[in-house]
């Protein structure tokens, strides 16, 4: 089974979509988004998922994706931010190389606006994004192999310093 190059994890902003796509980029291997995979499997938006069936079913859509691409992808791979709310899926991390993409409440804050396309953050996105700030910061501590801080990097700067991280060699 393929296993993918490295896995991004941290908070909603750090910028692991962004940033993902631009490391795969460096190292010339293909880019995956858990977001999309579940998306793709629902047949709808992230957002029309919490509506329609729940967040409790929207992480179980999760924890299948995740898994399915740790076991099956071999390139660079970007979770959603509260993927590592489940315990198995923290457990099937430590045999992963994990990056966490961390960022601090004022520039996760700039970066997610109001929230849009984000039902976590649908109400209060300040408070709401401190509280999930507090609560997950141990857990991607946890799963972590390496910890890359991204406030007042641009996307470039920080896939540089990931590359380099995984001693893969940046741009
Ligand atoms: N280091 C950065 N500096 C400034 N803006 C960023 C940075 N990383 C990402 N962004 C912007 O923040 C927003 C959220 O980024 P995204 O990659 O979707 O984060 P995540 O997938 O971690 O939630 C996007 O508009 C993106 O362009
Ligand atoms: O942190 C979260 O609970 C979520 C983060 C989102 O992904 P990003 O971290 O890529 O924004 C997405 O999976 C969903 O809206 C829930
Ligand atoms: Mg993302």
Redesign the pocket.
């Known amino acids: 089974m393929s296993t993918p190059v490295c896995v991004?994890v941290?908070?909603?902003?750090?910028?692991?979509?962004?940033?993902?796509g631009l490391v795969a980029e460096r190292l010339g291997v293909p880019f995956r988004?858990v977001?999309a995979d579940i998306e793709a499997a629902a047949g709808k938006p992230i957002p029309d998922i919490f509506i329609d069936d729940g967040e409790e079913r929207f992480r179980e859509l999760e924890r299948d994706a995740v898994a399915a691409a740790l076991d099956g992808f071999a390139g660079v791979l970007?979770l959603?931010?509260g993927a590592i709310l489940d315990p198995q899926t923290r457990k099937r991390l430590a045999d992963h190389r994990v990056v966490y993409?961390s960022v601090e409440l004022p520039?996760a804050l700039?970066?997610?606006g109001f929230g849009a396309g984000?039902p976590v953050l649908a109400m209060n996105p300040r408070a709401t994004l401190r509280h999930l700030l507090d609560q997950r910061r141990p857990l991607y501590e946890e799963v972590a192999t390496v910890v890359v801080a991204?406030d007042g990097?641009?996307?470039d700067?920080?896939a540089d310093e990931v590359a380099a991280a995984l001693g893969l060699g940046g741009r």
């Open positions: 991004l941290g908070m909603m902003g750090a910028g692991k979509t962004t940033v993902g988004d977001d970007a959603g931010g993409l520039d700039k970066r997610v984000r991204t990097r641009t996307p700067e920080v």
